[in-house]
């Protein structure tokens, strides 16, 4: 039995479903097919630990595509981003209301199940969304049209397909799409905590030696998410304490300023390596999110990276539409190649200096380090720049 759609997107996880409605908010006519190898649909997404400090830009989108009235709730307002060295005087402090940030926000973190089981209860909504699932691809053809043959039997026939199955993408791999990995050799412990003093909607970013330490304000004044990121070997032994020690070790890297801690959640932890695909295509399909580049998360960018690059594609979608182009055009391709690309290489680059940086012990590099801190620090329009390239107000 074969059906025909517009777009096919295989992963129907944060990027394939955002992407979905996304692409119908802009073009209401489209048709699209999710293809999702877990059962989405009837089993709701349990945490795991982490959350995603979500950008202006990004929340405006989620407005646009209906998920905002639902996860707002759940999210930590962000005011003010202190950002310290190790042992440095010096303070780098966003705060919203000095930066023109809409209502003095600089963004919310959201807890990522609250996100996904919102994208998916839009997406079971919308009449010209159909969702696989769970199903998986067995057979991909390329032509005038793309042809997938899923493991029922069922074939789907659309103009256009998009990747959305994560950073070690299958589909990435499968037709050859070279890639630059760096391990960081490092590996993030996320999980969440109870404090004492209310974190009265701050997110602190600690350089510390081994790694960062970021601390983000949840919804409960007196909760925070925390991400940890350590040398891998020194994580399993962190990982190891006691609750106890591991209070007391966290205590310490906090500089104790939210008071006494306890934990609220289960711990997790992930390996941390940067991933860029050569190019962002292969003949009709297009790689979307952390299939065509997934950065390191000292900046918390990941999610809105990826929007960043579905804001692209929509725009081009669009336009194509609207010129009476088809949407698979070469064209296309070739600009969202080209676009989302350059999007993600100065993400990367920004992330990846910004952990080298201040992963290095070397004095002189410390104290140009801690000047650019001041410097930055001392002048507003500079301080303006660098909060609107990461919050995209």
Known sequence: MSQNFDITIIGGSFAGMTTALALINAAPNLKIAIVEKLDILNQDRKRDGRAYAISAASLKLFKEIGIY?????HGGKISDIKITDYKSSFILDFIGREVDAPQG???MIIENY???NALRNQVLKRENITVFSPN???EIKFGDLVIVKLDDEKILHSKLLLACDGRFSRLRELYQINTTQKKYFQTAIVFNIEHEKPHENIAHEKFLPGGPLAILPLKNSNQSSIVWIAPDQLAQTILSL????FIQQLTKKMDNCLG???LVSDKFSYPLILVEAEKFYHEKMLLIGDASCGVHPIAGQGFNLAISGINILCELIKNNLLCGFDISSQSLIDSYNKKAKFEAKKMLIATDILNSLFETKSLPTSLARDLGLGLVNKFPKLKNFFIKSAGGF
């Open 69 to 73: 009235d639902e996860v707002a709730p």
């Open 105 to 107: 926000q600089l963004g």
């Open 114 to 116: 609250h996100i996904h």
């Open 136 to 138: 998986s691809y067995e």
């Open 242 to 245: 006691d609750e106890e020690n």
């Open 260 to 262: 006494k801690i306890h």
